[in-house]
């Protein structure tokens, strides 16, 4: 595993955070690569008066008030995410680079049967990065990113929901290279016999299958979907066959876990070393991501509880102790994983039955 640095093309933000995949990507002497016309290169603000702009000139009769709502949804991206963001989940990262970045980065390499996927689901347990890992594509790909919450979409858009979703798409290609990133993506696609689905609903649904199936024309180059799921199993078949590449986002394992809290705790006032570190690791089996950061956080903050409202007021910045091992340790007992055990346990069979492998 290399390192990214400051020479690699693919690794656009702060390099040294997390290991990444060794990805050998163009030099960056290489002659300049083609690249779809679009507004939101890494790093860059979104302008959504420039994308509005785009929309008029490209989208005739174009409903304005559901246009800007739709461009209310895309994520600006302010600081740039790169694999180095991203702990753990080296062959994953490899695999996204392959499929969906590079496509992005040179489409005109990736025609014929290298066309790229127009479909990848990301399933796996909450809190282990999955909506990190939309933002980094977007980010290393220059793609406006539009993430769309299934919550929102089920409550918000009832009622104009086929139009806005043909509107989103139709976007989507206007501002390309462009991500619809859609979270909790089964409570939208489930199968119609586990869910009790609203006629409304089903059209929504029809309607995003059938917007999924016109991507795969190449007009629609440079237009991908990204659907997340902690519950795979809930997809129906249909579904599922629209997403061409379905990649498992485990729980970190140990290795992961150590480049999470190295990341986390470097900026803080800690004592926690290297077996210090070992031991958290043990412990914190079967905790996500996300639940080993609000540990850590709980625990930086355990000097601080100690303190009367006097003190807090009056002691110097530099006379506040170390957090320590203890402090993570004792937040332990408190914060158990949020995963439980037989939620995983439908995960893997997923993964057994439809995952992509790596
Ligand atoms: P998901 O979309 O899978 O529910 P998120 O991507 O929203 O999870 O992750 C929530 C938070 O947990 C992130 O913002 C990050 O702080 C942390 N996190 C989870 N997994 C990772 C990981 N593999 N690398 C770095 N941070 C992570």
Known sequence: TRQFTADNPYSIGKPDVFGAPAIDGPSSSSPGPFRFPHNSSPGKPFDKDLAMSK?????PDLDVDMASSILAEVLEIKEPVTWDSIAGLDDVKRTLQDIVVNPLIRPDIFTGLKKPEKGVLLFGPPGTGKTLIGKCLASLGGATFFAISAASVTSKWVGTGEKRVRLLFKIARVLRPSIIYIDEVDSILSSRESSKENECLSRLKTEILASQDGLSCSDNDGVLLIGATNLPQKLDSAARRRFTSRLMIPLPDAEARRALMAHDIKNDNHSIDEDGMSMIVKKTEGYSGADLHTVLKDAAKAPIRELTS?????????????????????VLKKRKPSV???????????????????
């Open 55 to 59: 929309l008029l000139d490209e989208i």
């Open 310 to 330: 006097l003190q807090l007021r009056t002691i110097p910045l530099n006379k506040i102790r170390p957090f320590t091992v203890d402090d993570v340790l004792e």
């Open 340 to 358: 439980a055990a037989k939620d995983m346990t439908e995960v893997y069979a997923f993964q057994k039955m439809y995952g992509t492998a790596l």
